[in-house]
């Protein structure tokens, strides 16, 4: 089981955001903990994440079907502007049936990243 070392819950007009903060070193610790999340919330409309790793060099983005640019993207440029290394956000969604439109999400994917990055 993957030890996350950090989590905070937000709920944003129904919808509830779940953040999980990976210490991780490579790519395969990032997927093992991803395939985890994903069976352990089934039920999720999103597991958007972002990571930055530093040897190799590796960032990546995803939006797992949010609007392309409002999820995995604010959530890697918060990585980035907290200088963060070897860290993997993931934030799992459940769509509470009121639409949050691309400001909105932009807005709670960065509050939950700036949580966990406190």
Excluded at 32 to 51: D, G, N, R
Aim: aromatic share 10%; net charge positive.
């Amino acid at each position: 089981m993957t030890n996350f070392s950090k989590s905070v819950e937000i709920i944003e007009k129904k919808s509830k955001f779940y953040g999980f903060l990976l210490e991780c070193k490579s790519e395969s610790e990032i997927k093992e903990a991803l395939e985890e999340l994903k069976k352990e919330y089934k039920k999720a409309t999103h597991i958007c994440w972002a990571c930055s790793l530093e040897n190799p060099f590796v960032e990546k983005a995803v939006d797992d079907g949010e609007p392309s640019g409002t999820a995995g993207r604010p959530i890697l440029s918060v990585i980035q502007k907290r200088g963060k290394k070897n860290v993997c956000v993931f934030i799992v969604r459940y769509f509470g049936g009121v639409k949050l439109g691309a400001g909105g999400l932009v807005r709670v994917y960065t509050k939950v990243t700036s949580e966990l990055l406190r």
